[in-house]
């Protein structure tokens, strides 16, 4: 089956029992400033798990877009990806256990024609300190449905200790493998910040292939979560029923289901194959890079994995807005891009490697992702510039690593001069190693790693600095700041026109930030106009109300918002703020949004213009607080 049709399966699945489906929101994440993309299927619904009512209903299901830049350098082998697509199914507050644990063994084994003797599952073992119980419930239940396919199902406690036993199929583990919240086990967890204890699916790849015995954990106990390669998780169903509090844990105030399952992970199954580059997705890819450098997939396996990872993660990036640059989303678009042309080099491609890939990835998802084809033309374009821009750097480099070679003294490279190759001229620590090995060089690795190290120590503490906080805590400050955001968005189109439209927005209870297409610095009037009508709008003591309308209606009564990103039929209904009151004729701002928002434009005090600056591609970003 092809990638598109299991997605097609899985929608319908769920569209047959009662589920509102969803198109995929952007990989970057709206009003969320805890982190720079969106990672995982459930990061668009945390509001609505944690209450917040979702016009669509308690059923929703989609296929999420997502990226994980930390995986970024285990790309390579035959599961890692940093995209990918995240089947999701939610209950907020609606079914349980019991029918999504049913429902997945049914979609599984019936619709995809899995076979279950080699589907392994896993539980939550429980905490007492936490005072969360052991999740006997679901462990029962899937024993039940083994058994009406004449499986026997024994539960393993153990299994990372001592291996798997006879018979064995389910087995506990604690909350490093089975809790799940988007910060990870609990003590990382923010407050508010829901979470709860989940099972995932794993499939055996290798009970009749021997997979185990080959690998470098051959001598270890083999269990469902070890890395020898024979198991891959393909599903995990969370059952998100806490929330953090200051002392301690307490039940939300509905239980809710959040799974995910790996688009590819789940292909990978079904054809029997646990490399991921082998879907039907990476095949015109592969042809490609089989043209351009005359080399094999199956020879040249390693680099092959990292061009066609990285360069489809790219394209959907810059499809979603993110173009290269030297900081948040866009660093990350340039560092994929740059180890793309890194290992094309590898495979004596010189040039043009990026657009000709990324344009066969558009080609592949055009039907699942119609707004990536709309914007082919900004994919190549940025794709082709970044490309060439790296080339030129490379050049640098080079200059900089016949300096070092041209040094008198033992041939010796410093780790500091290694380093300083990496950070500042972007040369790759690879190709400073094979060119030092090349000319009989060898290079102080050791003191190379201390200095990344360190540089990523700072990078992290300007990371938690800069992200801490978030709406959604929806703290009070954060509420307002996000108020205060619709009112700059309006006042901005008023000033400036109907050319702007949000292209970003990071909240924390400290400020706001909001980017923007404009091609000119603004101007000091500008700002102040801008500045003046937030603040004229806050002096009126304007009611802020929602309404769940149709889009018809919302377009027909002027909400601005991305109708066409967010919502997939005619029919579906939104929620649109107002700020102002439509009977008296005096309603400031219109638009489609999630919320929360503050009651009362009068709550936010005065609004202060701190910062306005370029982006880069001509986008601009202000920054603002409230006093």
């Known amino acids: 089956m092809t990638i598109s049709e299991i997605r097609e399966q899985y929608l319908k699945f769920f569209a047959d029992h009662d589920h509102a489906i969803l198109p995929s929101a952007s990989l970057v994440p709206e009003n969320d400033p805890t982190t720079l993309f969106t990672g995982s299927g459930m990061q668009p619904m945390v509001s609505y798990l944690l209450g917040e009512p979702h016009p669509r209903g308690v059923r929703i299901s989609d296929s999420q877009k997502c990226f994980r830049s930390g995986d970024i350098d285990e790309v390579g082998d035959n599961r890692h990806t940093t995209f990918f697509e995240m089947l999701g199914n939610w209950s907020l507050g609606d079914y349980f256990k019991q029918e999504q644990i049913s429902w997945m063994f049914e979609f599984l084994t019936n619709r995809l024609g899995l076979d279950p003797q080699n589907l392994y599952v896993t539980v939550f073992r429980g905490n007492t300190e936490l005072n969360i119980p052991k999740d006997e419930e679901s462990a029962a239940l899937w024993q039940s449905l083994f058994a009406s396919k004449n499986i026997e199902a ?63 954990w051959k001598e270890e106990p083999c269990h469902v979560n070890c890395d020898c390669g024979r198991f891959v998780e393909i599903g995990n169903n969370v059952f998100m029923q806490y929330v953090k509090k200051e002392n301690g844990f307490q039940e939300l105030s509905q239980r809710n289901v959040d799974f995910g399952g790996g688009l590819e992970r789940i292909a990978a199954a079904v054809n029997g194959d ?20 005359g080399k094999q997939y199956e020879t040249h396996t390693h680099a092959f994995r990292v061009i066609l990872d ?123 190693q094979e060119l ?40 009070e400050m954060s509420v307002k700041y996000h108020t205060a955001t619709h009112l700059l968005h309006q006042a901005l189109r008023q000033v400036l026109g109907d050319m702007v439209v949000q292209k970003g927005s990071n909240i924390t209870p400290e400020r706001l930030r909001f980017d923007f297409p404009y091609p000119e610095r603004l101007t000091e009037d500008q700002l102040k106009q801008v500045e003046g009508l937030v603040n004229e709008a806050i002096l009126k003591k304007l009611p802020v109300h929602f309404e769940m309308l ?45 919320g929360p928002h503050v009651s009362n434009t009068s709550e936010l005090g005065k609004f202060q213009i701190q910062k306005e600056e370029s982006i880069g591609s001509g986008l601009r970003r202000i920054k603002a607080i409230l006093s």
């Open 154 to 216: 024994r539960i393993g406690e153990d299994s990372e200790k001592n291996g798997m036993g006879p018979g064995e199929r389910i087995f506990y583990y604690g909350e490093k493998k089975n809790w799940w919240s988007r910060m990870g086990v609990p003590s990382n967890m923010a407050v508010g910040e829901p979470g709860g204890p989940d099972t995932e699916m794993f499939w055996d790849f290798g009970a009749n292939r021997q997979l185990h015995e080959t690998s470098v």
């Open 436 to 475: 030092a090995q090349e000319n009989g060089f060898v290079i102080d690795i050791e003191t190379f790693k201390a200095e990344k190290e360190k540089h990523q120590a700072l990078s992290r503490a300007g990371s938690e600095q800069k992200f801490k906080g978030g709406l959604a805590d929806t703290s």
């Open 274 to 293: 646990p490399d991921v580059f082998r879907m039907d997705v990476f095949a015109p890819a592969i042809q490609t890079l089989l043209v351009m450098s």
């Open 310 to 432: 990285h360069l489809r993660a790219a394209t959907f990036l810059i499809g979603d807005g993110v173009n290269p640059s030297n900081k948040d989303q866009g660093y990350f678009v340039r560092r994929l891009i740059r180890r793309a042309v890194r290992f094309a080099h590898q495979l004596n491609i010189s040039e043009n490697v990026c657009a000709k890939i990324g344009a066969t990835f558009i080609d592949v998802y055009a039907d699942a992702y119609p707004s990536l084809s709309a914007a082919r033309e900004q994919v190549v374009i940025e794709l082709e510039k970044e490309e060439k821009k790296f080339q030129q750097t490379l050049k640098q480099g080079m200059k900089k690593f016949v300096e070092l070679l041209n040094q008198e003294g033992e041939k010796k490279i410093s780790g500091v001069d290694a380093f300083d190759l990496v950070q500042s001229y972007g040369f790759p620590i690879e190709l400073t």
């Open 550 to 594: 149709t889009l018809d209606e919302a377009k027909a009564r002027g909400a601005i918002g991305l109708f066409t990103d967010k919502y997939a039929e005619v029919g579906d209904k939104v929620k649109v703020y107002f700020v102002g009151d439509e009977a008296m004729e005096d309603v400031f701002s219109k638009e489609v949004c999630g």
